[in-house]
């Protein structure tokens, strides 16, 4: 394994569909390398903007398998394998194990509302256990506006004591700073990773190691700048940069506006294919994210 | 099949776990036809309070096969089948089709919160469209507290107009009795099932066609004293009672105070083991709980 701990930019990847709805795998594996060769320090795979959620067992295990036979290092990406059900949680885990990867991300069970702390503990904790397996890396993915589950510093604190060498870092996608920056001192050494490029500054200089984001797959080479400069004089002006793209793409169904985005820069239309609930977005919309990513300059373009 | 429409007082079944956690297939039908032969006029089972996100699909299966197994009646069972991926919903609602089944009962899918009307319109169509078959009879699960969604009237409306036969009725678990109301009105025919007994009997006179409901896994027999005499002097009465009892129940974690009385009732312990995040009531809660219902008069015992 090249680096221990993880540390950059990810992209929290998309996943292109068939006309079917299906994963298109090849697609898949073409954007994930295009990601790695053009700013990505890495991958996370099968998130809430990967869809993971929207696609069976069956299918997310056929993206495994897809990515652990695709030559991408294994060791850049982190895996979304977090369910409602940890029987299927463990069986995620352990096909990324198998394909080669030892990094995990994994929402809490998230059918239940106002579960207990102890609840909690005890899926993350059957989770690990049934696994059992000490290559594990474990980020905790939270998530409280999909989930409805504000993950606690004490229950945060409570796994890494339990499982000091599995429960490793977190995926904060809350957009709440001041929570990541309270983890970034209370927990040294454990990798606060925020979930948006918005936050990519901030977090390294508080001793967090990078970012997750959807919106880096677009924005991944300009993160990239501000992840290598980011003890320059020119940091500030880079993020700021950085943080007008996200305004706009913020703005818009996130998914649906990076994969319109896709469909453009790649000229490949079935990227625009999306799963419901989740919708493409309407043609006015299209015209509005593309009039504003214009005004700002943001490069759409990219080798196909 | 006996009766079309659906009509009575439905229990939202528990399911039983074995030590591993595991779906205990025996004791689930041996509590199912208890139900039956207890004041149910059917069962819903794999819902919210059979814990069903807390399974995989195939543990989910192995329970639609044990029950279509069973000799328990298909045509008085609505099976839970609603997933986040419509691939997984469209399995499972095969399955119950192929058990003798017919009738299931589907959650919007629940990871993605602000999705749109279309968008949920277009998940439940593709799971409809998928399975393909006019034999299915499908009723809508609203359950906000849950899902984070709330599914308008005019999306139910838009759903009825466009799946006439096969899109019948809906539990509504929001507690929201005027939506409720609104629904018996404004949907002649469309089955409107209250998610508790808290509502039977206003429910019965609005139209409504009975409840199906968690604790009628244990209020059964008073619930069908309310169904059989709602047309009666004695109905208010009857509903009082009922409801003083929910009331208790409702002051716990539902499904965990549920599995303590069925333990108690049974006398088999092992109907204390419950899938994390839920977590088996506390001592203190045990005690709290058996005292009030000992304060109502609440028949716990039952036969084996």
């Not at 979304?80 to 069986?91: M, N, Q």
């Not at 919309?285 to 214009?294: G, P, S």
């Given at each position: ?256 506006a990076l994969k319109q985005l ?25 015209q509005a994210l593309f009039a504003?990513l214009e005004a700002v300059s ?7």
């Amino acid at each position: 394994m090249s680096k221990v701990p993880l540390r950059g930019v990810y992209a929290a990847a998309l996943t292109p569909l068939n006309d079917d709805l299906s994963p298109d795998l090849k697609s898949l594996v073409r954007h994930y390398k295009w990601l790695l060769a053009n700013g990505c320090d890495g991958l996370a795979p099968l998130g809430t903007t990967g869809e993971a959620n929207s696609f069976s067992v069956d299918e997310r295990l056929s993206v495994i398998d897809a990515l652990g036979g695709s030559g991408i290092p294994m060791d850049r990406c982190i895996v979304g394998t977090g369910s409602c059900a940890l029987t299927d949680s463990v069986r995620l885990t352990k096909r990324v194990l198998d394909a080669g990867g030892r990094d995990v991300l994994v929402l809490p069970p998230f059918y239940y509302k106002k579960v207990t702390d102890d609840g909690l503990f005890a899926s993350f904790s059957e989770v690990i256990q049934r696994v059992g397996d000490s290559r594990l890396r474990l980020y905790i993915y939270q998530f409280p506006q999909m989930t409805g589950l504000d993950l606690s510093l004490d229950l945060i604190g409570r796994l890494i004591d339990a499982f000091p060498k599995t429960v490793v870092g977190v995926k904060d996608s809350s957009g709440n700073w001041p929570n990541m920056e309270a983890m970034c001192k209370r927990f040294p050494g454990f990798e606060v990773f925020p979930g948006s490029e918005r936050f990519l500054l901030s977090a390294l200089k508080a001793g967090g190691v990078g970012c997750i984001s959807a919106t880096t797959n677009v924005t991944a080479p300009m993160a990239a700048k501000v992840y290598a400069n980011w003890n320059s004089d020119n940091a500030d002006a880079l993020q700021t940069a950085l943080i007008a793209v996200r305004d706009i793409l913020e703005a818009f169904p996130p998914i649906a506006a990076l994969k319109q985005l896709l469909a453009r820069t790649t000229n490949q239309a079935s990227w625009l294919n999306i799963r419901p609930p989740l919708m493409r977005l309407t043609e006015a919309q299209v015209q509005a994210l593309f009039a504003k990513l214009e005004a700002v300059s943001f490069e759409t373009a990219r080798a196909a």
